[in-house]
């Protein structure tokens, strides 16, 4: 069965850049995948920032942005703030309905 | 703007079959833009997709749990629910439900209740 894999855990600074990536454990993520990104803090249900692989959700602001990277699907946070410290998780369309989450990302703003 | 509710068990004991309904507002669930799922969250761990419902009935199922899982929709009441049988300790989770869209979308989201397997 296909894993859908993420980074563990990433730094960044305040004011900082940081890519999360989205890949597959066999294989690339493309757009047909509809790659979609959730942040997620202590106690919270996630919450929804980008869908159909750039498509950020209403309200959320532009220093989120998503993309493809070489053979991942990739989410960029740029001028990274402190409330942006939380889990992050992609999800993958697999086809014929099945839909997967990656094992999530922990970032750390420091 | 469509909100969506669980409810059911808290508490559920070793064997039994977890049952939950998720209650939608501010919109119709008969809707055929969406469809309707359920995502689980163990503590401490990640997001783990369960199984979707279609307005016409059609169901999807994550295939690690498609022995045991039935999700269903009541378009009279404006509800979907999971049936998850012969539970364990390892089916302890948050359960959420979303609405479920463009492939791999889960938006909005209802806030989660924790189901605890335990006798």
């Known amino acids: 069965q296909t894993v859908v894999t993420q980074e563990a855990s990433l730094s960044v600074s305040p004011g900082g850049t940081v890519t999360l990536t989205c890949g597959l454990s066999?294989?690339?993520?493309?757009?047909?995948?509809?790659p979609s990104w959730y942040q997620q803090t202590p106690g919270q249900a996630p919450r929804t920032l980008i869908y159909n692989t750039n498509t950020r959700s209403s309200g959320v602001p532009d220093r989120f942005s998503g993309s493809i990277l070489g053979n991942k699907a990739a989410l960029t946070i740029t001028g990274a703030q402190a409330n942006d410290e939380s889990d992050y998780y992609c999800?993958?369309?697999?086809?014929?309905?099945?839909?997967?989450f990656g094992g999530g990302t922990k970032l750390t703003v420091v | 703007q469509v909100q969506l509710q669980e409810s059911g068990p808290g508490l559920v004991k070793p064997s039994e079959t977890l049952s939950l309904t998720c209650t939608v507002s501010?919109?119709?669930?008969?809707?055929?833009?969406?469809?309707w799922g359920w995502v689980r969250q163990p503590p401490g761990k990640g997001l783990e997709w369960v199984g979707t419902v279609y307005y016409n009935g059609n169901t999807y199922y994550n295939p690690s749990l498609k022995s045991r899982v039935t999700v269903s929709i009541d378009t009279s009441k404006n509800q979907f629910s999971l049936k998850l049988s012969s539970v364990t300790a390892a089916d302890t989770a948050v359960f959420y439900c979303?609405?479920?869209?463009?492939?791999?979308?889960?938006?909005?989201w209802g806030p989660g209740t924790l189901v605890t397997v335990s006798s």
């Open positions: 501010g919109g119709s669930i008969s809707s055929s833009s969406y469809y």
């Open positions: 066999s294989g690339s993520v493309s757009t047909s995948y509809y």
């Open positions: 979303a609405r479920h869209w463009s492939g791999s979308v889960f938006d909005p």
């Open positions: 999800a993958l369309y697999m086809g014929s309905g099945i839909s997967v």
